[in-house]
């Protein structure tokens, strides 16, 4: 092995989840570290500057106001390498459901019912301005590799690290989370839908066809169908697959089949698209 490979992590809009997803590597971290110099990571070291020619960053977190897109831009210019690290990185995440409000609801609903000091006035210096939507980093600069995941597991993070090192393009799944899923399908569609909690699932059958609001079939596997495994419907936190531009019209899509019982899912565009609005084609389409 030659000279180090010099690494960032940064935070952006995200929580620190896809941070603790690399410390969950445990003792594969040993294997990895000794060739990895981490030059820029905020959340462990007190470094201001982000170092010139930095091999890899790992951006978690989507763009929500102008700093974001600063950092991020600069990023761009000072790295060979730059991960969407997570799926708030990728497609916005959770933040992104932001995107359903304007910049001004969401702003005087969390300063007049959330703030306790100065109920009702907005802060107008000193914080950087809010985008009109939370972005995907890929909305602002070049991605080279999807990490996705809320958070990303950490296998994915010691493949990624170790193709890096290596040279070659890390093994990621391109099947969707069925793919992965040992329950029985039997081509059915349910009547109506219902909540996680309505009833005692069946363990061997498709949760979707026993009226659960599952979003295997719309999310990039990955995770080993963990959620339907232990009896949870899957909430799509992988993001969409290659084959689609659009995780909620795929999941639209295989919902519609059922026909009426769709119809009465209470809240559509938050199940289809939780994590992954701030990447939806209609709203850009309407944006434009
Ligand atoms: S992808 Fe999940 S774990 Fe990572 S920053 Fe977003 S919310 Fe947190
Ligand atoms: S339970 Fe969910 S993930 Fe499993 S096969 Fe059915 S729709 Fe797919
Ligand atoms: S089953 Fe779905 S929600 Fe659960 S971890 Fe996997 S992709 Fe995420």
């Known amino acids: ?3 180090k490979v010099k690494i960032g992590l940064i935070q952006l809009c995200g929580c620190s989840g896809c941070h603790m997803s690399l410390l969950d590597l445990h003792e594969k971290l040993l294997d990895v570290l000794p060739n990895l110099e981490i030059v820029y990571a905020p959340i462990v070291a007190d470094v201001k500057e982000i ?3 930095i091999d890899v960053f790992c951006v978690e977190g989507g763009i929500r106001n102008e700093h974001d897109k600063h950092l991020v831009e600069e990023i761009r210019e000072k790295s060979k390498i730059v991960i969407a690290w997570g799926t708030c990185a990728a497609y916005g995440g959770i ?3 932001g995107n359903l409000y304007s910049k ?3 702003l005087n609903t969390i300063y007049s019912t959330v703030s306790t000091d100065n109920p009702g006035e907005i802060p107008n210096e000193e914080l950087p301005e809010l985008l009109d939507t939370v972005k995907p ?3 602002i600069i070049k ?3 999807v990490l996705p995941g809320c958070p990303p597991r950490p296998e994915h993070n010691a493949e990624a690290i170790v193709a890096l090192l290596e040279g070659r393009e890390p093994k990621l799944s391109t099947k969707i989370v069925c793919d992965d899923c040992p329950r029985k399908k039997e081509g059915t569609y349910p009547e109506k839908f219902k909540r996680t909690f309505e009833g005692t699932p069946d363990p061997e059958r498709c949760l ?3 009226g659960y609001t599952c979003m295997g079939m719309a999310t990039k596997s990955g995770c080993g169908a963990m959620c339907p495994k232990a009896g949870v419907p899957c909430r799509g936190c992988f993001g969409k697959t290659s ?3 659009d995780q909620g019209a795929a999941a639209a899509n295989a919902y519609a089949a059922s026909g009426k019982a769709a119809l009465k899912i209470p809240d559509k565009v938050a199940l289809f698209n939780r994590f992954s609005m701030a990447a939806a084609l209609i709203p850009k389409k309407i944006e434009k």
């Open 208 to 210: 979707f066809e026993q």
């Open 137 to 139: 980093i890929s909305d």
């Open 1 to 3: 092995m030659a000279d």
């Open 51 to 53: 170092p010139n020619d």
């Open 243 to 245: 084959a689609v531009l």
């Open 143 to 145: 991605v080279d590799l």
């Open 95 to 97: 933040p992104g459901l």
């Open 104 to 106: 001004d609801e969401f």
